[in-house]
């Protein structure tokens, strides 16, 4: 098999609004083409998220999903966070772009599009289009979009498969390719197993005012398709009941955690382990094994030292997945005996941010950010977290429900607002407060209670030993006001990095002597200066 990818700007010198990728593993390969709305305003940000998204994700794609499931339930996933993000940062669809993907598993392919960049198929000299073109060809509304990546909430891609022979080519181009080579041309070039820069370069050199954009292609040539490969399994049994000595492929059981009898520490080879089984109304209840198996996928992709490593056993007989066993407290635990120092507490602080960020590369919040799933190990001389439990980890802006722990949630999510970087900071700030304080800033708040949030108090009044700026940054990332709450992970980034540049924060109800005694007293000194003047007016006009 031979892969080639290329693509020209419309103009020497600037940046293409189009992005492509193209990988082979095994015997899978995908190829991914995202051509940017030239009229919306991120268009570049919007066609290279999407590849990105669609590359990883299919990456690591649950084995349970067969792969036109996997490409659909991705592509619905970044078109839902493209368009919330465009309308928190724009109030209008300002990320748009158009999408065509070709997945090739053993003798089969498997694909979809939307929008106007296309899929094709070339057998024995023979071109045949595989996508649709989501596009109104009518008058003055000639090649305008009906779909495209992130122009409204939900989207309905077109999807297609086939199987492949010997020999074929699947070709994947945008319209600034498409637009100027008919489909008799392009037959003949992939008849000469052309690579896709000649492909390019050629419809650039035909290219009109009218037809020149950018352009971009990817040639799959596939002289030998290999044997297909199952991608989908047999149900996994689900355990009804767990006991103490059952072995499991090869995991002995050893005892279960306190908070739920469906995980369990468990030992093999000598070594002890994490094992988490989908709950028992998994057997019965379609939703519950699908949000089992994206914890699983989501718990298994995550590869990176804020995390518990996790992974599914090659020949797992049950529905279950395993983690490193890490035997350190919680947070929470570690809080019932101390609070934690100014320096453990910036740590802390850090350790959440860049960990949150790193979620927010594949699209995800944690969803429950709170002491509970945060693991703290000594290490030497200082204090090191682990985040855990991804069982609440979701898409941003994918729900807005009260789901997560009441006290830990922003106050806009007790009013269906989606969740977000902005109310996950809210969660990080409430968990900073209290581990610096012993207390809650707005009370504990029960699961079904809609709270009224008075006015925090101030860290620094019930902890002495905290210094201005890091009361000033708690307070504004679990400010009441989402406006007056940082909005990006790195904007509290920078402040920790930074603490001599982090301003002070003061809630709207703060006394003017106590937000800037300055003012206060400059204010002092001409009210009572000209009450003064004016008294000495009245004596001397007497």
């Not at 993907?101 to 939307?114: T, W």
């Not at 090659?314 to 529905?319: N, P, S, Y």
Request: proline share 5%; aromatic share 8%; net charge negative.
């Amino acid at each position: 098999m031979n892969l080639t990818s290329f693509g020209l700007a419309k103009s020497d010198g600037a940046e293409s609004d189009d992005s492509f990728a193209v990988k082979a593993w095994g015997e899978t390969v995908i190829a991914v083409l995202a051509d940017g709305a030239g009229a919306a305003r991120d268009a570049r940000e919007a066609s290279t998220r999407i590849v990105q998204s669609l590359m990883s994700n299919y990456a690591v794609r649950p084995e349970s999903w067969s792969p036109q499931r996997a490409l659909a339930e991705f592509t619905k996933l970044i078109n839902h966070t493209l368009h919330h993000e465009s309308l928190a940062r724009h109030s209008t669809p300002e990320m748009i772009s158009t999408l065509s993907v070709a997945v090739i598993e053993g003798n089969r392919l498997f694909g979809l599009n939307v929008g106007d960049s296309r899929v094709y198929l070339s057998r024995g000299g023979r071109l045949s289009q595989l996508s649709h073109d989501h596009v109104i060809n009518e008058g003055t509304f000639s090649h305008v979009l009906q779909r495209a990546i992130g122009l409204a909430p939900e989207v309905e891609p077109h999807c297609f498969e086939t199987e492949l022979r010997d020999g074929d080519i699947a070709f994947l181009c945008s319209d600034g390719v498409s637009n100027v080579l008919s489909d008799e041309a392009l037959s003949k070039k992939l008849a000469h197993r052309t690579a896709a820069r000649a492909i390019v370069q050629h419809a650039r050199e035909l290219a009109t005012d009218e037809t020149l954009d950018d352009a971009s292609a990817i040639v799959i040539d596939i002289a030998e398709t290999g044997r297909l490969r199952a991608v989908s399994q047999l149900p996994l049994p689900i355990p009804d009941t767990l006991r103490k000595g059952d072995v499991i492929d090869g995991y002995e059981l050893v005892r279960p955690f306190q908070y739920s009898d469906r995980v369990w520490l468990a030992t093999k080879d000598g070594q002890r382990w994490t094992m988490k089984f989908a709950p028992r109304e998994a057997c019965e209840n379609e939703a519950v094994l699908n949000l089992f198996v994206k914890e699983t996928w989501n718990a298994t992709r995550l590869h990176a030292d804020f995390f518990v490593e996790a992974f599914v056993p090659e020949r797992a007989t049950a529905r279950y997945y395993v983690m490193e066993f890490i035997e350190a407290p919680s947070l929470k635990t570690l809080l019932a005996s101390r609070r934690l120092s100014v320096d453990e507490a910036v740590e802390l602080g850090r350790f959440l941010i860049d960990a949150s960020a790193h979620l927010l590369r594949l699209d995800l919040v944690h969803g429950d950010i709170k002491p509970e799933n945060i693991l703290v190990i000594n290490h030497y001389d200082r204090l090191r977290f682990k985040l855990i439990d991804l069982g609440s980890a979701t898409e941003i802006f994918s729900i807005n429900t009260r789901a997560g722990t009441a006290s830990y949630l922003a106050p806009e999510r007790f009013h269906n607002t989606p969740i977000s970087e902005r109310t996950e900071i809210f969660a990080i700030g409430v968990t900073l407060y209290q581990a610096l304080t012993g207390a809650f800033p707005y009370g504990e708040i029960e699961r079904f209670q809609t709270p009224h949030f008075s006015p925090a108090k101030l860290p620094a009044r019930l902890n002495p030993n905290l210094p201005l700026w890091l009361g000033a940054l708690i307070l504004r990332a679990c400010a009441v006001d989402p406006e007056r709450r940082y909005r990006h992970y790195s904007e509290i980034q920078f402040d920790l990095a930074n603490p001599e540049k982090v301003e002070p924060f003061f809630q709207t109800e703060t006394a003017l002597l106590e937000r800037n005694p300055l003012a206060f007293y400059k204010a002092g000194f001409w009210l009572l200066l000209a009450a003064t003047l004016t008294l000495l007016l009245r004596l001397l006009t007497r």
